[in-house]
């Protein structure tokens, strides 16, 4: 979408100054001052690294017809701007003001989907869905916060009816404040699990931030809770919405209104039975099926048809880094290292263990971070759950190694298959050392350990030793080709 000045004044209660050319011009916002042109106007935000107000000169060199800054800053400056500037007294909450205002002019239905883990896959699998029937927006990439949310807000325009919005946190109130820039009519709680309990203050404040959505429906909406887990009635109890709460479990039968009563993983497809009807997608690992639930649920009651949300489904594809199966030269990576929690580790575990392989299975995992007082503990879990899951090694890397080590040994685990280590060459010297053709790996971690070296490296081995491989069974062939001549 493109605003003028004066809409932008407008939306934020800012003020134009140094006006140089026309107000009403539609521009398109851009934070990146390497990305302005003359239809553009940057918008200065103050980041984690970089505070944009630097690259004002150098957004107006690049040709930006405006720029949007903090009057603070204005102040500050002498000598003249080569363009408009329009001064607000926050720049961030300036962009939300005004994605807040562009929401409201359209007729779209937004739907907010939060939770401690599932939120991206449910996203893509919901907008897979959902954009078989309507015109759909959806959250770009991670733009799940303070600035991604508005951003991706920011997009909506006259020719969408539905916009999925992914909503993140890394504390209490922060998705009560994304809820009224987006203000979703539909919500969907993922669920509420130990990640980010360290920044969150406990679980139990986990459980409070991400209620903040059950909150932020009207009455005339609708919240989507999984009633597998304990937390749901807390969510529930917080709505003034109607509640749909969808489940596996067969023992929360008379709590779950929509239900899997099967769940199938045939290669790399994922069977869902709900009722009388078969829902086919491509995903590894049974904790694909709560995505499926909540993409049935929410096309459901947007009026489609089961025969369309399967054509939907059909379009997904799994989001990289997440349970993602690469088949390379030699063996086969489960690639789930875009970010990990114990909820997230324990499905990936289950996904390892379920693939069929003549060789090993093997677990390299990273820590989970930002688990507070639960770190020793959830990393202890993985390690019982590794040793109860027929797993051939575990290496594990980081500051709670020893604790995935410790639980895993404590289960019965063959302390000789199980390492731990603090820095990663020691690991992938190690490692080296047991792998074989056809095993099967799951590397995962948070996103700060940077897992994906893991699997660069397995990449590398893996074409490597394909490449020696066929050059030995060539020089073979050419022997034995001059012996017979």
Not at 113 to 131: D, N, W, Y
Not at 333 to 346: F, G, K
Request: a negative charge; proline letters at 2%; glycine letters at 8%.
């Amino acid at each position: 979408m493109e605003f003028s000045l004066n809409q932008i004044a407008k939306a934020t209660g800012g003020k134009i100054v140094s006006a140089d050319g026309p107000n009403d011009q539609p521009l398109r916002i851009v934070t990146d001052s390497r990305e302005a042109t003359p239809d553009s106007v940057f918008w200065a935000l103050h980041g984690t690294t970089h505070d944009g107000h630097e690259f004002v000169d150098a957004a107006f060199a690049n040709g930006a017809a405006a720029c949007v800054v903090n009057s603070a800053w204005t102040s500050q400056q002498h000598g003249e701007n080569s363009g408009s500037l329009i001064e607000v007294s926050d720049t961030l909450q300036a962009l939300a003001d005004l994605a807040a205002w562009n929401r409201q002019r359209w007729p779209v239905r937004v739907i907010g989907i939060t939770g401690s883990f599932g939120k991206t896959t449910t996203r893509e699998m919901l907008h897979a869905v959902l954009s078989q029937k309507f015109k759909t927006l959806r959250s770009p990439k991670n733009f799940n916060n303070q600035f991604g949310v508005p951003l991706t807000l920011l997009q909506l325009g006259s020719h969408h009816e539905v916009a999925v919005v992914e909503l993140g946190a890394s504390a209490c109130g922060e998705i009560r404040r994304l809820a009224e820039i987006a203000q979703p009519d539909t919500g969907i709680i993922t669920g509420t699990g130990f990640a980010h309990a360290a920044q969150f203050g406990g679980h139990k404040a986990v459980i409070r931030a991400k209620g903040e959505l059950a909150e932020a429906i009207p009455g005339r909406g609708l919240l989507l809770l999984c009633g597998d887990e304990d937390s749901t009635e807390t969510h529930a109890d917080r709505a003034v919405c109607r509640v749909i709460r969808v489940g596996t479990a067969a023992s929360k039968e008379s709590v779950n209104d929509l239900i899997a009563t099967k769940v199938v993983q045939t290669g790399e497809q994922l069977h869902v039975t709900i009722a009388e009807s078969v829902f086919k997608v491509t995903a590894s690992g049974r904790h694909f099926a709560r995505s499926v639930l909540f993409a049935v649920a929410v096309s459901r009651d947007l009026g489609m048809t089961d025969k369309e949300i399967q054509l939907g489904l059909n379009s997904f594809v799994p989001v990289a880094g997440r349970c993602e199966i690469r088949q390379l030269p030699t063996c086969t990576v489960i690639d789930d290292c875009y970010n990990s929690s114990p909820e997230a580790m324990q499905a990936a575990i289950a996904v390892l263990a379920g693939r069929e392989t003549s060789e090993q299975r093997i677990l390299i995992t990273g820590d989970m971070l930002l688990l507070g007082e639960h770190a020793a503990d959830c990393h202890r879990d993985v390690g019982i759950t590794a040793a109860a899951s027929g797993i051939d090694h575990i290496f594990a890397l980081g500051r709670s190694a020893e604790d995935v080590v410790a639980g895993a040994v404590e289960a019965g685990f063959d302390p000789e298959r199980a390492t731990a280590h603090v820095k990663l060459d020691e690991l992938l010297d190690q490692l080296k050392t047991v792998l074989s053709d056809d095993d099967v790996i799951l590397v995962k971690g948070s996103r700060a350990t940077h897992m994906e070296r893991v699997v660069e490296w397995l990449e590398t081995q893996s074409t490597s030793s394909k490449t020696a491989s066929t050059n030995h069974d060539q020089r073979d062939k050419r022997e034995t080709s001059t012996e017979s001549i």
